[in-house]
């Protein structure tokens, strides 16, 4: 093959957008010849590669935009610490038919013991398998939808960002309480995703205390976990914080604590 000859595949790949092929047509073609292939076999070949690297593209796509602040995953999650987290759960809710049923995923436990992480991690692995996925604190969540009513642009908003995402992966729920119009915006959330996309949330509280953070309104509160717990995993995780541990097995924990209490 001429100079001219590649150049002249090298500018229709890129009309085309077929950077694969630009990429490995001329390796695949010298295998094929080694292997006295077919036409049709090199062809399917050359075009199984640019298939290949348009789904890794797109999954990489789809991880950028889920809005992870890191990326987090189930084989890098220490269960041995982790010891009050059901691991066979997890491994299930890892096969993602809760998203193909359209159920719920709730994590509840102390700071620290991997809820976000989980979480993450389930996203994560939803990206990966072609869902479009939106990871965002609760607090920040309450913010843009305020911000959006004030622009009046709240319903694009909740269409684009809230029921846009096959996975709305809300995070923190419960380190800040809600004012009476945040409770409101956010049952709306739920409402509005019930039955429709999976949620998954995470709380360092337990249900019988989520009222306190949605302004005392007990109405409004049972009817949100009514929609939210009706197709839902609840995976309640025990333990110490995982963030700690390395302090706590260098000393470093208990002689910060045992100060504290000589002080008061």
């Given at each position: 093959?001429?100079?001219?000859?590649?150049?002249?595949?090298?500018?229709?790949?890129?009309?085309?957008k077929?950077?694969?092929?630009?990429?490995?047509?001329?390796?695949?073609?010298?295998e094929?010849?080694?292997?006295e292939?077919s036409?049709i076999?090199?062809?399917?070949?050359v075009l199984?590669?640019?298939?290949?690297?348009?789904?890794?593209r797109s999954?990489?796509?789809?991880?950028?935009?889920a809005?992870?602040p890191?990326?987090?995953?189930?084989?890098?999650?220490?269960?041995q610490?982790a010891t009050?987290?059901?691991k066979?759960r997890?491994?299930?809710?890892a096969?993602l038919?809760?998203?193909?049923?359209?159920?719920?995923?709730i994590?509840?436990?102390?700071s620290?013991?991997?809820?976000t992480?989980?979480?993450?991690?389930?996203?994560?692995?939803?990206?990966q398998?072609?869902?479009?996925?939106?990871?965002?604190?609760?607090a920040?969540?309450?913010?843009?939808?305020?911000?959006?009513?004030?622009?009046?642009r709240?319903?694009?908003?909740?269409?684009?960002?809230?029921?846009?995402?096959?996975?709305?992966?809300?995070?923190?729920?419960?380190?800040?309480?809600?004012?009476?119009?945040?409770?409101?915006?956010?049952?709306?959330?739920?409402?509005k995703r019930?039955?429709?996309?999976?949620?998954?949330l995470?709380?360092n509280l337990?249900?019988?205390e989520?009222?306190?953070?949605?302004g005392?309104?007990?109405a409004?509160t049972?009817?949100?976990?009514?929609?939210?717990?009706h197709?839902a995993?609840?995976?309640?995780?025990?333990?110490?914080?995982y963030?700690?541990?390395?302090?706590r097995?260098?000393?470093i924990l208990?002689?910060?604590?045992?100060?504290?209490?000589?002080e008061?």
């Open positions: 093959m001429s100079l001219l000859q590649h150049q002249r595949i090298e500018a229709l790949c890129e009309q085309l077929l950077q694969a092929v630009a990429n490995v047509y001329a390796n695949l073609a010298e094929a010849g080694g292997k292939a036409y076999d090199y062809l399917e070949e199984k590669a640019e298939q290949a690297t348009r789904q890794r999954r990489e796509t789809l991880a950028r935009l809005g992870f890191a990326i987090k995953t189930l084989e890098g999650f220490d269960f610490f009050g987290v059901p066979e997890i491994e299930a809710l096969s038919a809760f998203l193909e049923r359209r159920e719920n995923v994590f509840l436990g102390p620290g013991t991997g809820k992480h989980l979480a993450i991690a389930l996203g994560y692995q939803a990206t398998a072609g869902a479009k996925v939106r990871f965002i604190s609760a920040d969540l309450m913010l843009q939808l305020e911000s959006a009513q004030r622009q009046g709240y319903k694009e908003v909740m269409k684009r960002s809230v029921l846009g995402p096959r996975l709305l992966i809300i995070d923190e729920i419960g380190y800040l309480p809600f004012s009476s119009t945040q409770a409101s915006l956010f049952f709306q959330v739920i409402a019930y039955e429709a996309g999976s949620v998954i995470t709380s337990s249900f019988g989520w009222e306190q953070v949605f005392g309104n007990a409004l049972s009817a949100m976990l009514d929609r939210l717990l197709h995993h609840v995976i309640q995780i025990r333990g110490d914080s963030r700690l541990k390395d302090k097995r260098a000393g208990g002689q910060q604590t045992a100060a504290i209490g000589m008061s």
